[in-house]
């Protein structure tokens, strides 16, 4: 196996190329470019032939394999439900998926590529509990339009699946692990997730992402975007620098953020009142800012941990921005 795994941001292209050595899996490169079309999903034909340029300088630079890519779509392009339905066969539910997919997917049924994945089932003579199926729900054009970028590009995709079900793998957890949550911060979006035993219980992406905090920075210091950028990453929440006022301008955006995992914690344990969330992990970029971790587990009061995608591979693994990967390392470890 010799695979290439992207992650298409709208800030930039994370891309980890992986391959099997001596029965482990080793990072051959890792790369990451600024996305100069500014969208992860083009939605016009001069954008697309830009992406799929860019996509192929990425691959040609790099000297990069073109036999197994795997891409990430992002959770903004996606419905994601988890629901409830009485106990059915395979062949029940395959035939009762599509009434379902109507109820909680806000896609038409003519323009839906739907997948679902059972992810409890009771025993056959309990009637009373529910069966839990995940839906994933994108429209066709995006998937066409994805498939098509990387086919000007000399390239057929193996799989496509979301960045949720690709971060969980990254990650790790096992079935005995406590209640646990995830937030992706991307550049526009915090895409937040929780895990029960191993299963995927609740999905919710928010429009406020990391972009958010580098103009809260650009416009308390009045400084170029760029500069704003490199600010946010290089101080965070660290109150020393510049009378501390990188710290003041993150500070209201990043409690908002909070806040919005608290209100996910909260809406799982109604859902599972003998159940809480005990742990939280932070994803993406933006989660690497200094003191974020500690400033959030200080409002959440739970154990909160930055992702480590690359703990158990060899190879040549990153310094630095590690978290900013984990997408790409779910992708690289699905076993076909």
Same mark, same amino acid.
Not at 37 to 66: C, R
Not at 322 to 329: H, I, L, W
């Given at each position: 196996?010799?695979?290439?795994?992207?992650?298409?941001?709208?800030?930039?292209?994370?891309?980890?190329?992986?391959?099997?050595?001596?029965?482990?899996?080793?990072?051959?490169?890792?790369?990451?470019?600024?996305?100069?079309?500014?969208?992860?999903?083009?939605?016009?034909?001069?954008?697309?032939?830009?992406?799929?340029?860019?996509?192929?300088?990425?691959?040609?630079?790099?000297?990069?394999?073109?036999?197994?890519?795997?891409?990430?779509?992002?959770?903004?392009?996606?419905?994601?439900?988890?629901?409830?339905?009485?106990?059915?066969?395979?062949?029940?539910?395959?035939?009762?998926?599509?009434?379902?997919?109507?109820?909680?997917?806000?896609?038409?049924?003519?323009?839906?590529?739907?997948? %679902?994945?059972?992810?409890?089932?009771?025993?056959?003579?309990?009637?009373?509990?529910?069966?839990?199926?995940?839906?994933?729900?994108?429209?066709?054009?995006?998937?066409?339009?994805?498939?098509?970028?990387?086919?000007?590009?000399?390239?057929?995709?193996?799989?496509?699946?979301?960045?949720?079900?690709?971060?969980?793998?990254?990650?790790?957890?096992?079935?005995?692990?406590?209640?646990?949550?995830?937030?992706?911060?991307?550049?526009?979006?915090?895409?937040?997730?929780?895990?029960?035993?191993?299963?995927?219980?609740?999905?919710?992406?928010?429009?406020?992402?990391?972009?958010?905090?580098?103009?809260?920075?650009?416009?308390?210091?009045?400084?170029?975007?760029?500069?704003?950028?490199?600010?946010?990453?290089?101080?965070?929440?660290?109150?020393? %620098?510049?009378?501390?006022?990188?710290?003041?301008?993150?500070? $209201?955006?990043?409690?908002?953020m909070v806040e919005q995992i608290q209100k996910a914690m909260q809406y799982y344990t109604t859902q599972f009142p003998q159940e809480a969330v005990q742990r939280v992990y932070l994803s993406g970029g933006s989660a690497q800012l200094p003191g974020f971790v500690s400033y959030a587990a200080s409002l959440l009061g739970v154990e909160v941990q930055l992702v480590t995608p690359f703990s158990n591979v060899t190879g040549?693994? $990153?310094?630095?921005?590690?978290?900013? %990967?984990?997408?790409?390392?779910?992708?690289?470890?699905?076993?076909?």
């Open positions: 196996m010799n695979c290439v795994a992207l992650d298409i941001g709208t800030y930039s292209i994370k891309v980890v190329n992986a391959r099997v050595k001596n029965k482990k899996l080793e990072i051959v490169r890792v790369v990451e470019v600024p996305n100069t079309v500014g969208m992860s999903i083009p939605n016009d034909e001069i954008s697309k032939e830009k992406l799929s340029q860019l996509i192929q300088a990425v691959f040609t630079d790099n000297s990069l394999p073109k036999e197994d890519v795997r891409l990430a779509l992002p959770e903004s392009a996606v419905s994601t439900k988890v629901i409830q339905v009485p106990l059915l066969t395979d062949a029940e539910l395959a035939s009762a998926i599509g009434w379902q997919a109507e109820q909680f997917i806000p896609i038409p049924k003519d323009e839906l590529a739907l997948e %679902y994945q059972v992810l409890f089932r009771p025993e056959k003579n309990d009637r009373e509990t529910p069966m839990r199926v995940l839906l994933i729900g994108v429209k066709k054009t995006i998937v066409e339009d994805l498939m098509g970028i990387f086919s000007s590009s000399g390239m057929e995709p193996t799989f496509i699946e979301t960045q949720t079900i690709a971060l969980w793998r990254s990650i790790h957890t096992a079935e005995n692990d406590p209640v646990s949550l995830v937030a992706h911060m991307g550049l526009s979006t915090l895409d937040i997730s929780i895990e029960r035993a191993g299963e995927l219980a609740f999905i919710f992406s928010h429009p406020q992402g990391g972009m958010l905090l580098t103009r809260a920075v650009e416009n308390m210091l009045t400084l170029p975007i760029q500069q704003a950028e490199e600010y946010k990453r290089t101080y965070g929440l660290d109150q020393q %620098y510049f009378q501390g006022k990188v710290q003041a301008a993150l500070l $209201p955006v990043i409690k908002s040549n693994i $990153p310094e630095a921005n590690q978290a900013a %990967y984990s997408v790409c390392m779910g992708l690289v470890e699905r076993q076909e």
